[in-house]
């Protein structure tokens, strides 16, 4: 190719770094990538509620915190056809290129960023390179930017190649809060899907190195437990209430306290709080946010469950209710070890890669294995692939950036292996 | 008198209940009451700054929690000669009424309502007779309009009356934060103040009955503590975090847990919280806002001094700091037996009063105590006089009100009992 | 009267003090008081099974420890017959004078010792007088021999005198551990009681001092819980316990965190844990002893079902079984002021007697409120008297001890009461 | 052999089951091993004293505890030389056997048994065939029995092979409280061992099935810690105690909240806890026994370290002491590949074995790994061997037993395993 594949892969992931948007609020994201898609010249283009099981979203916001961000595309000249499909929580896109008989190849990124102020400092390259966030307060912190790019380039790049078979791109919102795997998931666009790639940047591998199907991702479950008490004033009658801060304080020692188990990792945690009205009331409502994880879905049940009983039981110590509720949740699912090999060995020949790993324990939660696992169900294959690059700083800090020559690797190392497979099913 | 006192001190009244503003934001209050004092006539009007020991404002809040308020009362027309003497939280007004040599009799009310939303139902007074709150979320459901309208017409009847020697009223902001009283008591408007009178509507006495004196107020400290620690991956790296939460929540069990006390009656409660910032997140930071209260100041102290222990262990229980920081504090005051009986006395002579109550114990904490501890302090007399009035549900309830036949009563008591101080001194 | 009243008292009193029984145990100390009631020629006495109503007993320990109390007191040489209608759990007299018709009078004092290692130090005069506690571990450290010499000395004095009418002396055992009053308040011999007189040495009040009649007792309740759940193997598989030491620690958290309440004092406290066989096993059992009391039975109950609820919520959360159990309980009950007034009357013109307070609240529990309520409830007037006396230490130390002049004080002030109530009833 | 292996196994075996002793107070049992020793003739006896570095001892009970069975061995005939060199908890035994020229091979087995009722139903063969345990409450419920007779049986079979070398068997006391591991690796004996070979028996594994060397046993440490308060009256003044009661369960509380580990898996456990006197005082002092684990040394002393923290805060919180101490400790060990393969290479070629694992994660913990660490520090190889048997039950269960046929198993594998070493050394 005559031409600077490094340079165009590296204005894309910029132009996408430059407006990140929080999960099911990627109207600008949706919109750019389907641009993009224009331009390529897919054969289908499944738009935000085209490419989702609307009842299947999870931890959609409230419309009041949907619509400040599509007025704010709306204002940045996002074309109304497309706001249109995507208003109320239906961002994401399935692109379907068709190239003759032969396999379906699935690949999976993800569009959201997540509420971070973005570093101005001048030895952070977006800061002085002109790319930094222009949503103060969001940030694309965990290479989310980088993965779309990876993901038109490699439709285009295939496009061009002697592929012989169906590829879809499913461009997934709201992958942060464990929202929009399960909608995708069951879009009816993953039927046929032989072979699905999902893909991440970084985490720890430096670029030029590849995790070719990493395993064991923690299933998770995000819940949501408001105790309700009754108020009383504190001074007067401090036993006319019933205290949701006291139920709420018994459930987090308690939560924290739930066995670990014989089978494998669990994880337990309430990161978020709030409720009462003053100081001199017995508070009538207290909120938490919580999430258990598990090295398996069933080990992240026990503890959803466990959890469960814990706000029960505290409510009922204190005389409150409380309805715990699952906000969002993902499985458990390992990558294919056939698909992983086939990977691997791909890998050994992409410019630039110096080291493959073969498979590698997760020990993160991604509701990319709710896509997985249908394939996998189906009796397909998938792999969860990891494209190292030197990244400055950890995932989720202000700080975080990318080598943006693993754009390239990544872009090669998709491509070809959908290349292969077309060639050489596992 | 041609003129219709009852219905004055209803228009009054009403004209407050109209405009609630909490404390520290009573600027429009603070206007209104600064033009009747101009109408009445008095000889000396200390507004905002002038009436306040700027240093000893507790609970003050943020200047971006004031500004709507006072964009709000310039925009109702308030002169802007008061809005810059109250600017900034320092709202509050003091009248003298000087009417020869005599004793300085000193009369308290406050200024301030609550963040409540006032009923709107038909059988809801204000709401039927077109005086309901106009400040959304906001109501005086505590009876302070009653306090002020009662205080000016006090000022009204003395001013007509035979009274010798000096009259100041003090038009305290921020009661209901505790956070008014310090900065009055040490205005210096205290220093020469022979007798105090305090004021209370209600409090399930109904109308025609008096309590010449309360017992006991419950001193009172409200703190705010941040726990602060660092924040990790839930589930990559629990470890690497120092969980807030669970430092705030085993503060919280710990605080009920402060042990009883062989001298009295204590309070301690955790009535509000927040923090975290995601369920995945180990939380760097959760701030409780809580109080104590005793039956006496050692009481109060007692028990602010094991929450402040229990603050300290938690945080170092979990690896976070925490330094909890007392906002606003009240002692406790006890009613000068011999005010008392002279109010009680008058009490029988004034119409309406159908019976008095010569001392009540309290129960609750209010921060006039400030005022009653300075005059006592320097060998003055000061009681805290309940004015009983038929009131349909709770203080603090959407559907507070009272029977405005009770302010005619109130007014009436405080002017004869500062008539017959002047002409026979306790 | 020739005879040396108070060595007399004082004899007895070190006598009883040598031989400090626990409750239900007071095998010896019945006998001995069986012996002297004899030697005075009392017209009745009802020993053990006969004094007590055998199923409201609380509180009585297992055979276990029963019986090497029963067996020290037979090698001390008890009478069989005594120890017959003792055994199992049956200790107490009631001895009955009858002195024709009148009034009928009741006294009651207690039998009962605590375990507590008495000082052998030489300024503790039962130490260096040679009358120490010779049961090794256990003490009169209350003063019950006191009482117990009182009231011989009492029976006899009546006896002697001009008073008309019946004495019945109720010798209660368990008083400590609040098993015995409910038993003696049932035996039937309380039926036809007019007035019922109890007795305190001591509390602080000096020698020469008497209080008429003390106000509030604490109501109380002795309650044990046995949280069971289920061991495992704590490195191993702790997922497959049920943990009773979490479900433990949770319910004492939150028991002292139970509500103040708004009529009153209240108290809660958790004074004894035990449970779980060695630290790398899930504790399957773990018992806690708890109490409540409050300033009213009502508020005593509302503790007691709020530790009760605190109980089955803490077992719920971990997954395990409990069934809290009240163990022994009693009431609170006032004297009857008039009552009160009539010994206050009498204290006057005893010997010795320097100061009368007419009334004191008392802030702990008394099971002899049984027999109160159960005398009050009929129609009759209670009274429960303190007599001051010169205590070097506070009740339940090892250096406990009285001032025996106080003895005379006492039997004086409850034998003229009698004799006034015969003449001159209330 | 003309002789019954099996047999002769079994005898022993059943021999020591009927005798069980816990840790530090195997008196009967090191005797009976003596015994045993003086009748094959090996090359020295190193008893008690002699074969433990004194210091090292952990876990050790107090006099009071170790006289009991001290004093039943001497009444069951056991020499008074042995009872000397063991008394005060200095139990176990090493035995060298010379060989000439060759490595030295050491083989460690543990003496004790655990605290539990054995069953006395008819199914359960020990009582069936008149082998159950004679020390009631008393057990051999892991198999330590078992351990010792084929250690025995392998000193034989050793002794008339063709090994030329030393062999030195560690029979070690105190394996269940992790007392006698360190104590034994510092003795000296350790210093010239090329290879150790530990044991057990089943732990799931069934008869014929031999795991060659176990990996990640759990690193542990066994703490105690006292919470030292001040009593007080529940009732009369429980402000002025400080509640041991409460830092406890807050102790416990947070101790199960440790935060997971990113680096492995941890354990927590609070299994026993005492305290208090009666449940109207304050408790003064309350104890607790904890233990932690993990996956490394590493993780171990992280879950160490936050649990002391945690019990100082609550100590802190409740103004109490305490200072948690370590009873004992045993740090985390692999097995060494290269023994590994050389035991799994031997396996298959002894009588019985049907199925050879190479290696195995073992999740509990054995302190053992002092004498492996000790071994393997020196440039030694280690390796701990399960040898599968059929357990009715599992470990530590009043119905534990195993299938005799392992013990001639278990006995060639050891001693076909040293042959093969003194001829081949890895």
């Known amino acids: 190719m005559s031409y600077d594949v490094g340079s165009r892969l590296s204005d894309l992931r910029r132009a996408f770094h430059r407006h990140p948007e929080p999960g099911w609020r990627e109207f600008r994201t949706t919109a750019r990538v389907v641009e993009e898609l224009e331009r390529i010249g897919v054969d289908e283009i499944a738009v935000g509620r085209d490419a989702l099981a609307t009842d299947e979203r999870m931890a959609v916001p409230p419309e009041s915190e949907l619509e400040p961000w599509l007025e704010r595309a709306r204002e940045a000249g996002v074309r109304s056809d497309i706001l249109e499909r995507t208003a109320g929580g239906h961002t994401g896109v399935i692109a379907v290129l068709e190239q003759g008989p032969g396999p379906c190849i699935g690949i999976r990124v993800d569009l959201d960023a997540i509420s971070m102020r973005e570093s101005s400092e001048s030895d952070h390259r977006p800061a002085a ?233 997760f020990g993160v939660s991604e509701d990319v294995t709710y896509l997985m696992e249908r394939v996998q169900d189906d009796g397909g294959f998938a792999s969860y692939v990891l494209v190292g690059t030197d990244h400055p700083t950890s995932h989720h800090t202000p700080t975080f950036d990318i080598d943006e020559s693993s754009l390239a690797i990544g872009t090669s190392l998709l491509s070809e292996t959908a290349i292969e497979l077309s060639q050489r099913p596992v």
Not at 144 to 151: N, S
């Open 129 to 361: 390179d002109g790319f930094r966030s222009e949503h103060d307060g969001y940030m694309h912190a965990c290479g989310h930017d980088a993965h779309v790019a990876m993901a038109l380039g490699t439709l285009e790049a295939v496009a061009d190649s002697e592929f012989q078979g169906t590829l879809k791109v499913f461009f997934q919102p709201a992958e942060e809060i464990s929202g929009g795997g399960k909608a995708m998931a069951e879009s009816g666009y993953l039927d046929d899907v032989d072979y699905l790639l999902a893909l991440h940047i970084g985490l720890d591998h430096p670029t030029g190195e590849i995790v070719a199907g990493i395993e064991k991702p923690l299933a998770m479950a995000h819940l949501t437990a408001t105790f309700e008490g009754a108020s009383a004033h504190a001074g007067k009658a401090p036993n006319e209430g019933a205290n949701a801060m006291q139920a709420a304080a018994t459930a987090i020692q308690n939560a924290y306290g739930i066995p670990r188990h014989s089978d494998g990792l669990t994880r337990v945690n309430v990161g978020q709080i709030e409720g009462g009205t003053a100081s001199n009331v017995i508070a009538e409502e207290v909120t938490i946010e919580a999430e258990v994880r598990g090295e398996t879905t069933a080990l992240m049940e026990y503890t959803r469950t466990e959890l469960e009983r814990v706000c029960y039981a505290a409510a009922e110590m204190h005389d409150c209710d409380v309805t715990p509720r699952v906000i969002s949740e993902s499985p458990s699912v390992d990558s294919h070890p056939a698909l992983r090999d086939l990977v691997g060995n791909v890998a050994w020949d992409v410019d630039g890669v110096e080291r493959v790993i073969s498979s590698e324990e």
